[in-house]
Nanobody
Framework: QVQLVESGGGLVQPGGSLRLSCAAS????????IGWFRQAPGEDREGISC????????YYPDSVKGRFTISRDNAKNTVYLQMNSLKPEDTAVYYC?????????????????WGQGTQVTVSS
């Protein structure tokens, strides 16, 4: 059984940093592409980063580029999202997700495996 568990969310002041973790069991994260997604109240879910399976290429939308960094530790079977220079508009529930055969260029979100989410609140 595949499980993804996010952690590391919390309350942080604008300009601050957080590192989210996505720990996997039942699936080797180096065998799939992994995406981070977020959803703010009343908003659609948004893809905010992805790391490819094959060569670890990373992808970001303009809204977080230069501030967020995704990385993968194969030994720990964990993917991280380092978030710097946080803004109030980054407030959301953050999820990691994947699907066998899914890749960072897919037009759809992964369907099969999602974590429970971790709340990030950026506020003074």
């Amino acid at each position: 059984q595949v499980q993804l568990v996010e952690s590391g969310g919390g309350l942080v002041q604008p300009g601050g940093s957080l590192r989210l973790s996505c720990a996997a069991s039942g699936l080797s994260l180096d065998s799939v592409a992994i995406g981070w997604f977020r959803q703010a109240p009343g908003e659609d879910r948004e893809g905010i980063s992805c790391i490819s399976r094959s060569d670890g290429t990373t992808y970001y939308p303009d809204s977080v580029k230069g501030r967020f960094t995704i990385s993968r530790d194969n030994a720990k079977n964990t993917v991280y999202l380092q978030m710097n220079s946080l803004k109030p508009e980054d407030t959301a529930v953050y999820y990691c997700a994947t699907e066998r055969g899914w890749d960072c260029h897919s037009v759809h979100f992964p369907q099969d495996y999602w974590g429970q989410g971790t709340q990030v609140t950026v506020s003074s």
